[in-house]
């Protein structure tokens, strides 16, 4: 270990912004062989990290940004972990002043993606790289090997890529990093990862509802309800962790911990964005969006408090085979997974062709297979029908899927009945069945709204009969004419 950097620039990596994810992250560089130079705003995190794991690797000690960008081998590659948001800004500015052309700047932070591309340009027109690198796995992750998604100039993957793949995840012998395109887009794909993040979350909570309210299961029940799901299709990060979760005991209380935190979900925003980005680009991201605003509703805690005992018109009593509701439940579990992760793909479509991004869906299934939040088994067939067909319309319309939600359907649809006739409130189950009924629907009441538009607004149609726009005379003698 060196403590010192009188040697010069010998650190292939510089990390700024020590805490608990940037410790991690330059560990795990460090125990990949890699000479890394800290700096952090306040020393006594450097030395902390330091004092508590210098063994594990070789570590540079630099106190200010001057002694930090000089520790660099050219081109200088320094990653920033610190908040979104302004002090990402504050950091980038005093790195770009003491860099060169050529050297490359990272955020590994969750930043907005349009502040990416903002930044990229301006650094761009200073001559350096800048690259928005999305990171999952959190700190466990960060550590032991996360899913990276780099953004940013293709030129800058040549230094940096071996680098991120070396300390990312490995799954089949292919790490879980890649260059995903322009600018702005590795935070944007690693948005809308968390967007999918949000509602795979809400759709396990769900089901977890559904096991506690409809079938009376306490928690350990239910852990073991996850774990065996955790065998089979459903195994992923994080149904493992649910169990987990479940199974944990107050150690005050002696009752499960779940039944012991506040019912109010919080949120740092990574759910929201990607649904106002959605919003913009028009794309309906109805589970991640229900996500969303199942967490909002949760934290309206006084407006909850005043509802309690609201008439609830329960219509059925509680299902009389548990085994096949439990099979239910998890068939609708699989279908709704289905269509988030397809809504998912969808944003990032268009998020691709409103940037010019070229993104490749099946090389996101890919580094999405380990390291990540969402890393789920189903992930390998999603980069199946991807490889398959990267023009694929919809996730769902691969073969794999659409004999899978086949499989689903009647499940599906039993567990969005039963919950509502019980009063158990299921909004991700229930948008999702709603999305897929919609996209194979022949025949839309779309049309009505159009009739309605053209009445009050002139707004004009078009038939199915015939080219252009036409409009009704409403308020004349009700004869059509071509707009
Ligand atoms: C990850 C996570 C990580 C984090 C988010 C979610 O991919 O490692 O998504 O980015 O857990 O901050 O946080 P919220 O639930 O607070 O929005």
Same mark, same amino acid.
């Given at each position: 270990?060196?403590?010192?950097?009188?040697?010069?620039? *010998?650190?292939? #990596?510089?990390?700024?912004?020590?805490?608990?994810?940037?410790?991690?992250?330059?560990?795990? !560089?460090?125990?990949?062989?890699?000479?890394?130079?800290?700096?952090?705003?306040?020393?006594?995190?450097?030395?902390?990290?330091?004092?508590?794991? @210098?063994?594990?690797?070789? !570590?540079?000690?630099?106190?200010?940004?001057?002694?930090?960008?000089?520790?660099?081998?050219?081109?200088?590659?320094?990653?920033?972990?610190?908040?979104?948001?302004?002090?990402?800004?504050?950091?980038?500015?005093?790195?770009?002043?003491?860099?060169?052309? @050529?050297?490359?700047?990272?955020?590994?932070?969750?930043?907005?993606?349009?502040?990416?591309?903002?930044?990229?340009?301006?650094?761009?027109?200073?001559?350096?790289?800048?690259?928005? +690198? =999305?990171?999952?796995?959190?700190?466990?992750?960060?550590?032991?090997?996360?899913?990276?998604?780099?953004?940013?100039?293709? %030129?800058?993957?040549?230094? /940096?890529?071996?680098?991120?793949? $070396?300390?990312?995840?490995?799954?089949?012998?292919?790490?879980?990093?890649?260059?995903?395109?322009?600018? =702005?887009? @590795?935070?944007?794909?690693?948005?809308?990862?968390?967007?999918?993040?949000?509602?795979?979350?809400?759709?396990?909570?769900? +089901?977890?509802?559904?096991?506690?309210?409809?079938?009376?299961?306490?928690?350990?029940?239910?852990?073991?309800?996850?774990?065996? &799901?955790?065998? @089979?299709?459903?195994?992923?990060?994080?149904?493992?962790?649910?169990? %987990?979760?479940?199974?944990?005991?107050?150690?005050?209380?002696?009752?499960?911990?779940?039944?012991?935190?506040?019912?109010?979900?919080?949120?740092?925003?990574?759910?929201?964005?990607?649904?106002? $980005?959605? /919003?913009?680009?028009?794309?309906?991201?109805?589970? #991640?969006?229900?996500?969303?605003?199942?967490?909002?509703?949760?934290?309206?805690?006084?407006?909850?408090?005043?509802?309690?005992?609201?008439?609830?018109?329960?219509?059925?009593?509680?299902?009389?085979?548990?085994?096949?509701?439990? %099979?239910?439940?998890?068939?609708?579990?699989?279908?709704?997974?289905?269509?988030?992760?397809?809504?998912?793909?969808?944003?990032?479509?268009? =998020?691709?062709?409103?940037?010019? &991004?070229?993104?490749?869906?099946?090389?996101?299934?890919?580094? &999405?297979?380990?390291?990540?939040?969402?890393?789920?088994?189903?992930?390998?067939?999603?980069?199946?029908?991807?490889?398959?067909?990267?023009?694929?319309?919809?996730?769902?319309?691969?073969?794999?899927?659409?004999?899978?939600?086949?499989?689903? #359907?009647?499940? &599906?649809?039993?567990?969005?009945?039963?919950?509502?006739?019980?009063?158990?409130?299921?909004?991700?189950?229930?948008? $999702?069945?709603?999305?897929?009924?919609?996209?194979?629907?022949? *025949?839309?009441?779309?049309?009505?709204?159009?009739?309605?538009?053209?009445?009050?607004?002139?707004?004009?149609?078009?038939?199915?009969?015939?080219?252009?726009?036409?409009?009704?005379?409403?308020?004349?003698?009700?004869?059509?004419?071509?707009?």
């Amino acid at each position: 270990m060196t403590i010192d950097n009188t040697e010069g620039a *010998r650190a292939q #990596i510089g990390v700024t912004g020590l805490a608990v994810m940037g410790s991690n992250i330059a560990r795990n !560089f460090a125990r990949h062989g890699h000479t890394v130079a800290l700096h952090n705003r306040s020393i006594a995190k450097t030395d902390a990290l330091i004092e508590e794991h @210098g063994s594990e690797g070789d !570590f540079v000690r630099t106190e200010t940004i001057e002694e930090f960008v000089a520790a660099l081998q050219k081109p200088r590659r320094v990653l920033i972990m610190v908040k979104a948001g302004d002090p990402t800004d504050a950091v980038i500015e005093e790195l770009a002043s003491a860099m060169e052309p @050529g050297d490359i700047i990272i955020d590994g932070g969750n930043a907005l993606y349009t502040d990416t591309i903002r930044r990229e340009a301006s650094l761009r027109d200073r001559g350096l790289h800048f690259v928005g +690198a =999305g990171i999952s796995g959190g700190e466990e992750g960060a550590l032991n090997g996360p899913s990276i998604m780099p953004g940013g100039p293709k %030129e800058s993957y040549q230094a /940096l890529g071996p680098l991120l793949e $070396s300390i990312a995840a490995q799954v089949d012998g292919t790490p879980c990093c890649t260059h995903i395109g322009p600018d =702005g887009s @590795g935070h944007f794909v690693k948005m809308v990862h968390n967007g999918i993040e949000y509602a795979d979350m809400q759709l396990i909570g769900e +089901a977890y509802n559904l096991f506690r309210d409809a079938l009376g299961y306490d928690a350990d029940q239910v852990a073991d309800v996850f774990t065996e &799901w955790n065998a @089979g299709d459903l195994e992923s990060y994080l149904v493992e962790i649910t169990a %987990e979760v479940l199974r944990q005991k107050d150690a005050k209380t002696g009752k499960a911990l779940v039944d012991v935190i506040v019912d109010a979900a919080e949120q740092k925003g990574t759910g929201r964005w990607t649904v106002k $980005s959605a /919003l913009d680009l028009g794309v309906p991201v109805t589970g #991640i969006a229900e996500a969303v605003f199942a967490r909002a509703l949760s934290g309206a805690r006084e407006q909850r408090k005043a509802a309690v005992g609201l008439a609830s018109g329960r219509l059925a009593d509680k299902p009389a085979d548990a085994a096949q509701f439990t %099979e239910d439940i998890r068939q609708a579990l699989y279908a709704s997974k289905v269509v988030a992760y397809a809504q998912g793909f969808d944003q990032i479509a268009a =998020g691709s062709a409103e940037y010019d &991004w070229d993104l490749h869906p099946a090389d996101l299934a890919t580094i &999405w297979r380990g390291g990540c939040i969402i890393r789920a088994r189903f992930l390998n067939r999603i980069k199946d029908a991807y490889d398959e067909n990267p023009k694929l319309p919809s996730l769902i319309l691969a073969p794999y899927f659409r004999d899978a939600i086949e499989t689903a #359907i009647d499940s &599906w649809r039993r567990v969005v009945s039963t919950a509502t006739l019980l009063g158990i409130p299921v909004p991700a189950f229930a948008s $999702s069945l709603s999305y897929y009924d919609a996209l194979r629907a022949e *025949r839309l009441p779309a049309a009505l709204t159009q009739g309605q538009r053209d009445f009050f607004g002139a707004h004009t149609y078009e038939r199915v009969d015939a080219e252009g726009k036409f409009h009704t005379l409403w308020s004349g003698d009700r004869s059509e004419v071509q707009a």
